[in-house]
């Protein structure tokens, strides 16, 4: 069955980092786009970066500069590196892939920017 299963969210203050991880499971991990997406409360879920299968990535402009995507196919994690945090980035932060005609989602990671 297919997992995805986050970690590394927590509290840092701003301009500090952070780097969530996602292991993923039950599929060919290394041919399918990963995804980051992040929701605030009373806000609509948005994307914040992906990596193709081949390596090329894309970023939201809110997070371009600051965060970097990464994946590793032999330990089938995918990795968002997350630099100079603004309080702005406080969100629910989750990993998502597209399969056999569905969407999974992690379970999500809380990262919260505040001094």
């Known amino acids: 069955q297919v997992q995805l299963v986050e970690s590394g969210g927590g509290l840092v203050q701003p301009g500090g980092s952070l780097r969530l991880s996602c292991a993923a499971s039950g599929f060919t991990f290394s041919t399918y786009t990963m995804k980051w997406a992040r929701q605030a409360p009373g806000k609509q879920r948005e994307s914040v970066a992906m990596?193709?299968?081949?390596?090329?990535?894309n970023y939201a402009d809110s997070v371009k500069g600051r965060f970097t995507i990464s994946r590793d196919n032999a330990k089938n994690t995918v990795y968002l590196t997350m630099n100079s945090l603004k309080p702005e980035d406080t969100a629910v932060y989750y990993c998502?892939?597209?399969?056999?005609?569905?969407?999974?989602w992690g379970q999500g990671t809380q990262v919260t920017v505040s001094s």
């Open positions: 990596i193709y299968s081949a390596g090329n990535t």
């Open positions: 998502n892939v597209i399969l056999w005609g569905s969407a999974y």
